[in-house]
């Protein structure tokens, strides 16, 4: 988020909210960077993670989405939506996108200028 | 809302188990106080053996530290005991001067070490076994004395004998009866455990009755007189002859007691607002020494405790284990026998290997182990689930490796496993890692070793090995339940089995709506809890409830299978393994329109396109034109089938035509795991049958089906079930087998796995003999599948289900 702050970054639309699934998730793909996925969870709150596990780099897309965290498809792994964070007894984490909702569209605030 | 507030006295392993139990069930009922005599936290009494011996150290075995009880918002007063309750006023007083309100108290005192009346026992020099000052003082001795006495030959007994031995002293072992264990071991076992312990340095003085401790004139003892006249020097004597549940407190608030807190199912005492749990309590007449029994009162306690209202304790089977690093011996059950039982036994003095497995119609209810302890942990399970050993009988001496485990045979013996042994092939967890955590995190159940290593947590194939690390690492405290009677996960208390009975008699038709009524903790479940649930729903109310996409797993979700590099593979329908020239030239096309980096033919006579990307599969359904082959999910997979009479010399009966027609019946049946079928034209058994959940055998005067085999990790052999004549009794028979699965096996329970839950002989009742239910079985299977549509085709027609599929960008 800081490095991204330094290079100024721009909220960009992607989608309506409903566009994505409650307890479900949708791909971003943005030129140059590595796929983003955008969770919703059952209370509307959406979340945007890099799609990487930080197990062995399982989509995190594919996960199964509860309360504010994804379980990942391949070993279970459980990621917090919130921080990015591997639940524990597992470490280590993902790196978070920002991402608002107003008036019902999605944007992420990606690194400007590219 | 104000608080309640709770006070619990003692904090010990019953204690704040309760209050862990609890505080999973609700974190904002009570404000919860705690009051123990002792000057630490809760830790984990039991590894104090191996403290004493060395082998951890005090601080390995905390289980609780001071910040747990902060982050809680537990108030703990360490080194204050309570010494008066005043039920009237509702309000404990410590001997520091503190008083605490309650609107509910939790008595948790534990036991006492019982001391001989004797004289002499107030001497310096004379020590217990129970809490870490004893251990310290026991350290502090060994570094100081030459000889020790140890008076009692039991698991606490023989315990410190060891440790002592191990830090230098010179011990004697002083026994009562004639041999030692006696509450654990029968009379062969005990005597090679004796011998073996004599190779280690121990003395042993049996049958003998102690009369006095003897002073040195200056406050210190100095020996040990028996009733025979006898006597023995010793600088230290371990007292170690039993204990006494701690009622004191109890007793003197005028709380019902009788050798025990008294309390019933609930664990509730005479005073509606006291609880009381752990070796503090008499249930049922019993008073129980080890951890298991009171970690299944903590659950129910925390239950009611939470106003949920729901649990019930009924009392405990218990098992132990000597901790005695090298020296394996394990007990469960009734193992002594009586006049109604039979004893199979098993005694190799040489080898120092002795068993003996006790019968009562046709269940296991006891076992003794010494030397080669590997299957107690099976064992101990055979005994909580009391079912007929029926075939087992002939093998079950043998053990649990004997009946056919093609994943792990020939590497099953735990304690002789070095370290750098990998135990769960699917993580790469050695057992290393696995007893480290045991021993650092306190862990008590597979789940919580599956939790914190990985180990066990994806084919469930060592689930057995790591069984027998817990039991080897805490002995009897390992918690070992049947899945039958272990709760789905940990969102909520219920089992699979009673999960299925409310969704049936409740009606219950959505997820949120079951969460809600049977109270889940967790606002959407989990990956464990979910799929089952929509599972649960789905079989129980086809039509009416309706599948949750979300609650799938992803590979049923994108009806492909995923791989480790996130792409999928595509495993389209070929009816009974048949295909045709245009068929292959589409599969050829898609391959080379797509990419597709291998085209491997499967082990159910398909073939498979790995690596497609996920935007990619419907455009790849789309080309194929062909049927989903459900490759990926809990559902019937394939029908094999040999080429039978049409072209086999050998062919008795059209088993490709037969194979097709139940593949056709079959189709998009979804299960509590997957289905494969096998039709073969001979008893040659092209098809190999004998290793599906079905397979069907062609003879000349019909058709005959077995049922229950698997060819996974652990291969089964299909059992008989029925001969049949015609073509449409096959499909009813086989139908109606599988939607009796379907209602009552449990999520991801193959059907080997039911069948060894249910037995065979319920299958055959409600299938072969009952022909009306039979009837009634495989038109319920019609219905729920006829809602059942091509999930490829739908997603192909379909925008809003290509959903899942297309990315956005940005
Ligand atoms: C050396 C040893 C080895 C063992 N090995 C095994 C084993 O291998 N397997 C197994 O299953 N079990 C084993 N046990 C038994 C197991 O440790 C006990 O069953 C278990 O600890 C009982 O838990 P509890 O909470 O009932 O009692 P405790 O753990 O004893 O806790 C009671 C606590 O309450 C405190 N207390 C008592 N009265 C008061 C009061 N009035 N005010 C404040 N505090 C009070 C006590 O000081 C104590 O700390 C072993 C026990 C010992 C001593
Ligand atoms: S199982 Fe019998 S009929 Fe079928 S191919 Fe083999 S030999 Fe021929
Ligand atoms: S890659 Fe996510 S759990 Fe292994």
């Known amino acids: 988020m800081n490095t991204s702050s330094l290079q100024q970054s721009v909220w960009v639309s992607i989608c309506g909210i409903d566009d994505i699934p409650r307890l479900g998730s949708r791909v971003v793909h943005h030129q140059g960077h590595a796929p983003i996925a955008v969770f919703r969870a059952s209370d509307d709150h959406v979340f945007a993670l890099v799609d990487r596990c930080p197990h062995q780099g399982g989509p995190l897309s594919a996960g199964l989405v509860h309360g504010h965290a994804v379980t990942c498809p391949l070993h279970s792994w459980t990621v917090c939506l919130e921080d990015g964070q591997a639940q524990a007894p597992d470490v280590g984490c993902v790196r978070k996108v920002d991402v608002k909702v107003e008036a019902g569209r999605v944007f992420l605030g990606l690194p400007g200028g590219s | 809302m104000k608080k309640m507030k709770l006070v619990v006295v003692g904090n010990g392993m019953a204690g704040i188990r309760t209050i862990e139990e609890l505080l999973k069930l609700d974190t904002s009922l009570y404000d919860i106080t ?39 918002g537990i108030t703990l007063h360490m080194n204050s005991t309570v010494t008066r309750i005043n039920r009237a006023r509702k309000e404990v007083m410590t001997d520091d001067g503190k008083t605490a309100r309650y609107d509910r108290l939790l008595l948790a005192t534990g036991s006492k070490p019982f001391m001989l009346p004797v004289p002499g026992t107030d001497l310096d020099g004379v020590v217990t076994f129970r809490d870490i000052g004893d251990v310290n003082r026991m350290i502090e001795a060994a570094g100081r004395l030459k000889r020790a006495v140890v008076i009692g030959g039991g698991l606490l007994g023989l315990e410190a004998a060891n440790g002592l031995a191990m830090r230098g002293m010179q011990v004697s072992v002083v026994h009562l009866g004639a041999s030692l264990l006696d509450r654990q071991l029968d009379g062969a076992a005990a005597a090679l455990l004796q011998g073996s312990l004599h190779e280690r340095g121990l003395e042993f003085l049996m049958e003998r009755q102690t009369e006095a401790i003897l002073g040195n004139g200056q406050g210190a003892v100095r020996g040990i007189r028996f009733r025979d006249g006898g006597e023995l020097e010793t600088d230290l004597v371990v007292m170690a002859v039993g204990i006494r549940p701690n009622t004191d407190l109890a007793d003197a608030a005028g709380i019902h007691t009788d050798r025990g807190v008294v309390v019933n199912d609930t664990l509730q005492t005479y005073d509606p607002s006291i609880y009381a749990v752990g070796e503090c309590v008499s249930h049922r007449g019993m008073a129980y020494g080890l951890v298991a029994p009171l970690f299944e009162q903590a659950k129910v306690a925390a239950n009611h405790l939470a106003l949920h209202g729901i649990g019930r304790y009924g009392g405990s089977t218990t098992s132990t284990k000597l901790k005695v690093t090298g020296i394996d011996v394990f007990s469960a059950g009734e193992f002594m026998g009586g006049a109604d039982t039979e004893a199979i036994t098993l005694a190799d003095p040489v080898g120092g290997v002795y068993k003996k497995l006790v019968i009562r119609d046709d269940r296991l209810i006891g076992a003794c182990l010494y030397g080669d ?174 599948d949750d996409t979300q609650s799938r797993l992803i590979n049923e979700r994108a009806h492909a299978n995923i791989q480790k590099d996130g792409t999928y593979s595509v495993v389209p329908r070929m009816w009974g393994g048949v295909t045709s020239p245009s068929e292959l030239r589409r599969i050829a096309d898609v391959a080379d329109k797509y990419h597709v980096p291998m085209v491997k033919v499967t082990g159910g006579q398909r073939i498979d396109l790995l690596g497609i990307r996920k935007e990619d599969l419907p455009a790849v359904w789309k080309d194929l034109d062909m049927p989903s082959g459900h490759a990926y999910g809990k559902s019937l997979r394939t029908v094999k089938t040999c080429v039978g009479k049409e072209f086999c010399r050998f062919g008795t009966q059209d088993s490709t035509g037969m194979g097709i027609a139940l593949e056709k019946d079959l189709v998009g049946m979804w299960s509590p795991h997957k289905v494969k079928l096998a039709v073969s034209g001979c008893p040659r058994n092209c098809a190999e049958s004998g290793i599906k959940d079905i397979g069907i055998i062609a003879v000349d005067s019909g058709w005959e089906l077995y049922v229950g085999g698997n060819g996974g990790i652990k291969t089964e052999v299909a059992q008989f079930f029925v001969k049949v004549q015609t073509h449409d009794d096959v499909l009813e028979y086989a139908g109606a087998f599988l939607q009796l699965y379907r209602e009552e096996a449990f999520y991801l329970e193959r059907t080997c796995h039911y069948l060894s839950r249910v037995g065979l002989e319920h299958a055959k009742a409600r299938v072969v003999d009952d022909a009306a239910n039979r009837a009634e079985l495989y038109a319920r299977l019609r219905f729920a599948i006829s809602f059942e549509k091509d999930p490829w085709a739908e997603r192909v027609e379909q925008a809003s289900a290509r959903r899942e599929f297309e990315n956005l960008t940005a």
């Open chain 2, 34 to 72: 705690v009051f123990g005599s002792e000057p630490h936290p809760n830790y984990n009494r039991i590894l104090l053996s191996p403290v004493l011996t060395g082998e951890q150290t005090l601080e390995d075995i905390i289980l609780n530290d001071r910040s747990w009880y902060e982050e809680h």
């Open chain 2, 373 to 546: 302890t590997v299957d107690g942990a099976w064992y101990f399970r055979l005994i909580r689930e009391a079912k007929s050993i029926g075939e087992l009988r002939e093998n079950l001496m043998f053990g649990e490796s004997s009946i056919g485990d093609t994943g792990h045979s020939g590497e099953n013996s735990i304690a002789g496993m070095p370290d750098t042994t990998e135990i769960c092939g699917c993580n790469g967890v050695c057992k290393g890692t696995i007893v480290k955590a045991i021993r650092e995190k306190g862990l008590f159940t597979v789940d919580e070793v599956k939790k914190h290593t990985k180990a066990a947590s994806s084919c469930g194939s060592c689930t057995g090995l790591v069984e027998q690390i817990l039991i080897n690492c805490i002995g009897g405290a390992a918690d070992i339940k049947p899945k039958s009677e272990k709760a789905i996960c940990a969102c909520a208390d219920y089992t699979h089995g009673e999960l299925r009975k409310a969704i049936r008699e409740q009606h219950l038709t959505s997820i949120p709506e079951t969460m809600r009524f049977l109270e889940w903790r967790s606002p959407d479940g989990c990956a464990t809890c979910r799929p089952a649930l929509n599972y649960y729903l789905m079989s129980t109310w086809p039509g009416e409830a309706r």
